[in-house]
Nanobody, 125 residues
Framework: QVQLVESGGGLVQAGESLRLSCVSS????????MAWFRQAPGKEREFVAA????????LYADSVKDRFTISRDNAKSTVYLQMNSLKPEDTAIYYC??????????????????WGPGTQVTVSS
């Protein structure tokens, strides 16, 4: 079993940056895909970005492409989400998730087996 814990959320102004971290513990398989999802109040949880732990292939939602960067440090069992040029519409709870079953990078939340508790990101205008 894998445990995931996010950190790095906070309150920032539009245009500023934040870096989220997701530390994983437990049994990590190199075939894992690690992803970030977010859920704004009154909205469904949506895919943000994902990365393969081996090979480093990445995938981004169109809404964050060119502003957010996902990366990983396998030695530290940590995945990062660098968020630049933040907008008020980026306000949400951000969740880290892990999948070890799919060969491709899934974008549906039901494809991910483990989840962190989330970290709040609030962007003021």
């Amino acid at each position: 079993q894998v445990q995931l814990v996010e950190s790095g959320g906070g309150l920032v102004q539009a245009g500023e940056s934040l870096r989220l971290s997701c530390v994983s513990s437990g049994r990590i398989f190199h075939s894992y895909t690690m992803a970030w999802f977010r859920q704004a109040p009154g909205k469904e949880r949506e895919f943000v970005a994902a990365i393969k732990l081996i090979g480093g292939n990445t995938l981004y939602a169109d809404s964050v492409k060119d502003r957010f960067t996902i990366s990983r440090d396998n030695a530290k069992s940590t995945v990062y989400l660098q968020m630049n040029s933040l907008k008020p519409e980026d306000t949400a709870i951000y969740y880290c998730a892990a999948d070890h079953l799919s060969s491709e990078i899934p974008t549906m939340d039901r494809s991910y087996e483990e989840w962190g508790p989330g970290t709040q990101v609030t962007v003021s205008s």
